[in-house]
């Protein structure tokens, strides 16, 4: 579900723009980050940030 709403999300912004998402640690950080690559977007940053969460940073590519 996390990928999907990136996703969905992705496709309303221009190629080159900046997205970041606040996610849960394991599974859900982990999938839409493979995801995202696999999709050609590219994964700028994946932070730490508090009790578990992590903002990962995506730069959407072309589709």
């Known amino acids: 579900m ?3 709403k990136t996703r969905l999300f992705l496709d309303k912004i221009q190629e080159g723009d ?3 998402v606040l996610l849960d640690g394991g599974e ?3 999938s839409v980050s ?5 999709d050609g977007h590219q994964l700028e940053a994946k932070t730490e940030a508090k009790e578990g ?3 990962v940073s995506i730069r959407k590519g072309r589709a």
Request: hydrophobic share 55%.
């Open 2 to 4: 996390n990928f999907v």
């Open 18 to 20: 900046l997205v970041t």
């Open 28 to 30: 859900p950080v982990e």
């Open 34 to 38: 493979e995801s995202v690559v696999q």
């Open 53 to 55: 969460h992590f903002m």
